[in-house]
């Protein structure tokens, strides 16, 4: 089993700034990217950001200058810095990590339970 532990979220002024946790756990053999993405009411999950193995990320053009993921592969976590938050940031923020269990078995993708982030105006 793996599981993939969120923390950091809560409610934020407009301009202030929150940074997010998770933790990857259990039958890991090889984390291939991890990422954030979220989900606002009504709305679909979207991707926010992602970072590789050896460190390549990609963003959201919405968060691109304001947010910063990174990573520590010994700890399996991977973190996202969020500065300059908007009203429209709120979301529900899940922690995705795209991980291999053993040495024969392909990459899957394995979701943590969500943290609410709450910007308000």
């Known amino acids: 089993q793996v599981h993939l532990v969120e923390s950091g979220g809560g409610l934020v002024q407009a301009g202030g700034s929150l940074r997010l946790s998770c933790a990857a756990s259990g039958s890991i053999f090889r984390i291939n990217s991890m990422g954030w993405y979220r989900q606002a009411p009504g709305k679909q999950r979207e991707l926010v950001a992602r970072i590789t193995i050896v460190g390549s990320t990609n963003y959201a053009d919405s968060v691109k200058g304001r947010f910063t993921i990174s990573r520590d592969n010994a700890k399996n976590t991977v973190y996202l810095q969020m500065s300059s938050l908007k009203p429209e940031g709120t979301a529900v923020y899940f922690c995705?990590?795209?991980?291999?269990?053993?040495?024969?078995?392909?990459?899957?993708?394995?979701w943590g339970q969500g943290t609410q982030v709450t910007v308000s105006s």
């Open positions: 995705n990590a795209y991980l291999a269990t053993g040495w024969d078995y392909g990459c899957e993708d394995y």
